[in-house]
């Protein structure tokens, strides 16, 4: 069965930092991939999704995700943050059914 | 403009007692999920459902249950049997073709008092 794991729980970021939030998945065959976003209390957003091809993915919001096969890693990135981008972050692995499984989550704050 | 309801946003139940989330997708999709949320845990499956009058358990249905009757809804029950019900109760839809990643409501707060 697959699997995603993103190893922080919670990152603190300064307003205008990089920021680089970690997944890594387990699957036997080529994953689709997926990043959403939680503001609190609300529903989840995506941000981006990988399924073939380029392994450098742009989504919404400027951010932008690399899939590495060799290290099963799905690491999402924004060079410059901004306040408004406070939330959680969701990693997910699709199968061909195109049922999702989730990572626990990382929160991500940001200090000015 | 397309997208998934869910009612309430805030739903209080007293011991014992059944109650039944709301979520409606007017995306003409074809597949609809119910997810569980708790802090520090992700997203747990309830249950979900590929087409009408079909629907199959996921990985913590214990305690719950769900309905297609049309394409369009999705309701889910938390039954009694459900030791801890208290959650963030999350609905989801997609094309049953994809997978294209899903489509998210806002929410349902249920509160065990």
């Known amino acids: 069965a697959q699997s995603v794991t993103q190893p922080d729980i919670h990152i603190t970021v300064s307003e205008g930092a990089s920021l680089e939030l970690r997944c890594n998945y387990s699957y036997g065959a080529t994953p689709y991939l997926f990043w959403y976003v939680q503001s609190p209390g609300q529903g989840l957003q995506l941000l981006l999704k990988y399924f073939s091809g380029d392994t450098l993915v742009q989504g919404i919001k400027g951010f932008e995700a690399e899939f590495k096969r060799s290290q099963s890693s799905f690491n999402l990135r924004k060079p410059s943050v901004h306040w408004s981008d406070a939330a959680e972050y969701f990693c997910a692995v699709a199968t061909g059914e195109e049922k999702l499984t989730f990572g626990t989550g990382t929160r991500l704050t940001i200090i000015p | ?113």
């Open chain 2, 1 to 113: 403009d397309g997208g998934i309801t869910q009612s309430p946003k805030y739903l209080f139940r007293k011991e014992g007692q059944n109650v039944t989330l709301s979520c409606e997708q007017n995306l003409n999709h074809d597949a609809m999920y119910w997810y569980r949320q708790d802090p520090g845990q992700g997203l747990r499956l309830i249950y979900y459902s590929q087409i009408v009058n079909d629907f199959q358990k996921g990985d913590i249905a214990e305690g719950y249950s769900v309905s297609r009757e049309k394409k369009e809804s999705f309701p889910l029950t938390v039954t009694s049997a459900q030791k801890n019900p208290t959650a963030f109760y999350l609905c989801a839809s997609s094309m049953r073709t994809g997978p294209y990643g899903y489509t998210f409501g806002s929410g349902t707060r249920l509160t065990v008092v």
